[in-house]
Each structure stands twice: as C-alpha cells, then as structure tokens.
C-alpha cells in the first residue's frame, strides 16, 4: 500500500497487554480459555435455541443473533493475539490491520444494535403483552435484524475506508492488542479532523442513539411493573427481562470504564487492558447470565444434551 508521500506501509506491530516476556505464557493461556468458553457458551446457545421449537419466539431469536454476532466479535481479536503471544511476533500486515477493523466495528455495532432491539422486544412483552405476537411478527423481527446489519456493514465500511487514504510515517507501533481504529488513525502524519468529526459521530448517533432506546423502553417497562397490583405479577414482569437488562449493564458499563480509564491515564497499555472487559469478557458472560437465570435456556440444553446421548 503506498501513501500519498511515497512511504510504503506493509506492517503495524500490536504491543499487546504487556510487554513483559514472564506474563507472555499467562496472558497466552488466559485468552485462550476466555476465547473458547465464549465461543462454547454462546454456541450452546444457539443450538439450544434451534433444537427446542418452545425457543422459537422473538426474544431468543434475538438472542441467537447476539450469540452468533459474540463469536464473531471474540474471532475478530483473540485469535490474532494469541498467533502473536505464541510466534513471539508482534506484525499485523496493513491489509489485516484495516479488515481487523472493518471486522471489529460492525460486530461491536451490531452487539449494540441488538441489544437495543431486544429493548424493545422485552418493551413491547411488557408493556403491550396482549399484541406481543403481533407486533413481534417475523417479519418485523427479520427487518430489524436486517437494519442492524446494514447500518452495521455502512458505518464500519465508512470508516475503515476514511483510513485507506491516510499516509503513515514510520512509527508504526500501535499500543494495544487489535488495531483499534482511533490508535491507528492518529499514527497517521497527517490531518485526521475528518476522521475524529466521523468516529465521534458514529459514536454520538450509533451509540448514544441506542442507548437512549434502551433507557426509554426500560422507563416504560418499569412504569408498566410498577402499575401491577400482586408482588408476583410485578417479579414474573421484572424477571422476563432481568437477563437482557444484566448484559445492558455490562456492556455499556465496561464501555463507559475503558472511556474513563484512558481519560484518566496516559498509559495505553491500561487502556489495552481495560478493553479486555467489553471485548471479551462480556461476549464470555453473556451465555452464563441468560442460561443461569433462563429456565428455558436450561431446560433446551438439557433436552439438547439428552438428544446427543
């Protein structure tokens, strides 16, 4: 790829979590059981909800995507940074840098895209409950999923090819363990004010757009709970959407950490680090929150299970 002053760049080189050569194995060892219990856990997940037609409603089709975009979302990461620990080379290419992320940011757009979709659903069971499987017909359920994944494919095809024109100097070194799009932007040598207007854009409207979705279905939700005369009729409400209301918390929560924790420090390696919980953590939570408190969940991997013996 040659830039517009002539230099030409094959490689970035991804520092990882730590440069410590003792941490190496640990970190190695680490991930790996992360990336295989979230890749497991959510593809449980989805063969549960296949297998058991009870499992064929809105809700856990929308969850069945969640799983399906999580796996996609640990892949896009944690396999390149484990090939690193193990080769004990730290060289992405250039074209791997930018489809890394073009990959990262339209499954980190879709995991919140879905998760506000899932807002509404668990607004309209609640809230509308006598019109729920009209309104949650399938073909409103397969729009949805399909707008997701249109403004997810636009928004990180524009800003990974905002960054194709950009000419790179010779300090090639991007100090985190994927290549981040704002790191890899300001390696540039050259103005990136259209850049910065354009991420922070996509992050005001793609994310704070959704956000302020799930706060609105969630008052609506609680102000329909609160209506409900029996203790038992409000904790049958409450727990339909205690799951989906735990992974919201988690995800925008470590979100929100990892902006404050690179705010608050010049240290990009505890930047790199705190991304760890949104990256990876959450896609390996994910499955245990809706299985651990989802009898349905448990019971279609049971049968699941039973089927395979």
Request: charged letters at 10%; hydrophobic letters at 50%; a neutral charge.
């Amino acid at each position: 790829m040659k830039s517009w002053n002539n230099t030409i760049i094959l490689e970035f080189l991804l520092l990882g979590i730590s440069e410590e050569p003792e941490l190496q194995p640990f970190l190695f060892g680490l991930f790996l059981s992360m990336y295989l219990v979230t890749v497991l856990g959510n593809l449980l997940i989805i063969l549960a909800t296949i297998s058991d037609s009870h499992l064929h409603t809105p809700m856990y089709f929308f969850l069945s995507n969640l799983s399906f975009v999580d796996i996609c979302f640990v892949s896009t990461t944690v396999p390149k940074m484990l090939v690193n620990i193990q080769t004990h080379n730290k060289v992405i290419t250039y074209a791997g840098c930018i489809t890394q992320m073009c990959f990262f940011l339209l499954f980190v757009g879709l995991d919140n895209f879905l998760l506000t979709v899932m807002a509404y659903d668990r607004f309209v069971a609640i809230c509308h409950p006598l019109h729920y499987m009209v309104i949650m017909n399938p073909q409103l359920c397969g729009l949805l999923v399909l707008a997701s994944w249109i403004v997810g494919v636009l928004n990180s095809m524009l800003q990974s090819l905002m960054v194709l024109p950009l000419p790179f100097c010779t300090h090639m070194e991007i100090p985190h363990f994927f290549c981040e799009i704002n790191q890899v932007v300001h390696l540039a040598c050259s103005d990136t004010f259209l850049n910065d207007i354009v991420m922070y854009f996509a992050v005001a409207l793609l994310g704070g757009g959704p956000l302020n979705g799930i706060l609105y279905s969630y008052s609506k939700i609680v102000s329909s709970i609160r209506a409900i005369s029996s203790a038992q009729g409000k904790y049958k409400a409450f727990s339909t959407c205690a799951s989906h209301l735990s992974v919201v918390s988690l995800f925008y929560g470590t979100c929100l950490g990892v902006y404050l924790s690179s705010a608050a420090t010049h240290n990009s390696h505890t930047g790199a680090a705190a991304s760890v919980m949104y990256t990876v953590v959450t896609p390996m939570l994910n499955p245990f929150i809706y299985s651990l408190r989802n009898k349905d969940i448990k019971g279609a991997m049971k049968t699941f299970f039973r089927g395979k013996q």
